[in-house]
């Protein structure tokens, strides 16, 4: 009777310690399941106003060219230009013929050797080029001041283990230094790795995807030919039909003599098409910057690391028992070398003295033989002028400018109103186009002052919306548009053009980091918070949005938001939608 209240005792303690491990139990596996999920950066969605940027690039244009014609039916004697030249007014572009000239010819022939002679002795006794000399000097220069500062870096060194007695203290800190650079590089390299395998496992998932994707376009593609091959009365698609299903299905709605079948099968083909064009669109938008950014810090502690241990080892090698020996030799070495590159200056300072006072003698001899051949010149050009039948057998620049292309040889006919050549007039300005969608057109106007995002150099480029008009390539979803250019700019250029359209207020805007994307369209992922026994918890819930506009940094939005909703701008790996996620601190 004694023996049961003490085994009701028992039970009673061994369930309480047994109460008490679960709850310890469970404190810890919540404690490490949290330090284990993805760590979120977070941003707060707030209203205000978006001023959305349209950016394009395009080449430059000359506004303004000038085509020179034939105006007569007549053999072109001689070619007087080439693309590229500049040309002012009343320039002789071309010489004229009715025939063969041997006159003409050797004349034309002896004002070529006139100028071959002219631009040989030019170039022969141009101004003296006394870059390489000065160069040359130059560097001696700078060889004779790092030698001085070597010669006195090693005098201070020489003097500084004369007398430093710190040695041990400063090898100290450095060693604390390198350690904590390591612990750094080490905690660097962890976050990098984590980076890398998110990101490789989003490019991994978004390729499987496209994959997908292409296999489902091509099975579709196999439905549309097999259809044609089962009713053969009907002609077998082209490639070009096939290239593009949503232009081919729109045809075939508008004949209205196609079956339903045969329209849902190149339905079903023109959607396997446009998801395709989506995952490559996915693919080709996944960022690496969190993991090159990570790869940056990893590279510097790395660099850092590397800095310290040689100041280390150089510090330990200088106060050695053969360092005060050592820097001794040094100062030494230093003395001679300073001497040598001093001699060597003046040698080279003397030397190029001489050669300016024998060059300046040589000039004064060359301007009278270059005077010479310039009347010869000219006198020549008068006899080519006469042989070729005056002005009216020669035509001249009617504008200045710069000749663009030359369309003709010489000795060919060409035919009334052939283009003989075409110069470009930058005097009426440059222009550039480029196409944007219908949507994005709709918020510029004529007049728009648009920014040269892309040109770094020179004057400022300012760029003016002149016209929005139907791109004759897309004239169903794009605009043209077309800007005037004034400043430091030339024909040829490539240039990047940002026009930002009028300010708007939006309820929800969030930041662009926020926002991605898959087949089902644009969304975010929003911060819900859950209560429970042991804290909060962090759910990533997806909320589907449309992009209403854009800046730089933020775009405006719309979908399932409160106030004071937060939503998931990084993540330190990948998220879906009801993951638990822990906040970053």
Known sequence: ????????????????ILLAILLVLTFFSNT????????????????????????????????GSYQVVAQRTQEIRAVMVRAGQEVETGDVLFVLGDGDSAELEAAQDQLRQLQISYQRSALGGSAPDYSGDERRLAGLAEDYNDALAAYNAAVEEYNRRMNDTSASAQIASKQAALKQAQKDLDEATRVRDAYKEAYDTLVSQAADELSAKEQERLTARQSV???????????????????????????????????????DIWESYADADEAVEDANLALSQISSDSLDTAQDKVDTLTGQIDSLQAEIDKLIATFGSAGLQAALEAKNAAKDA???????????????????????????????????LQAQIQKQKNLIAELSGGEDNQIVANVSGTVQSVEVTAGSKPQKDTVLCTIDVPDQGYTLSFSVSNDQARRLRPGDTATVTNYYWGSQIVATLESIKTDPKNPQTNKLLTFTLEGDVSAGSQLTISVGSRSASYDSIVPNSAIRSDANGSFVFKVEAKNSPLGNRYIARRVSVEVLASDDTNSAVTGDFGWGDYVITTSSAPIQNGDLVRLAD
């Open 1 to 16: 009777m004694e023996s049961k209240p003490k085994n009701r005792e028992w039970v009673k303690n061994a369930a309480i």
């Open 32 to 63: 490490w399941r949290n330090h284990n999920l993805p760590e979120v950066a977070t941003a707060n969605v707030s209203g205000g106003p978006i001023v959305a940027k349209v950016r394009g690039s395009g080449t430059v244009i000359s506004a």
């Open 225 to 263: 030919l097999s259809y044609y091959e089962e009713h053969n009365t009907l002609p077998m698609p082209t490639e070009e039909e096939l290239a593009d299903p949503a232009a081919t299905l729109s045809e075939l709605k508008e004949s209205g003599d196609a079956p339903q079948e045969l329209l």
């Open 338 to 372: 300073l001497d040598t590159a001093e001699d060597a200056y003046l040698t080279a300072e003397q030397a190029l003295n001489d050669k300016m006072a024998a060059d300046n003698k040589s000039a004064a001899l060359l301007g009278l033989d270059l005077a010479d």
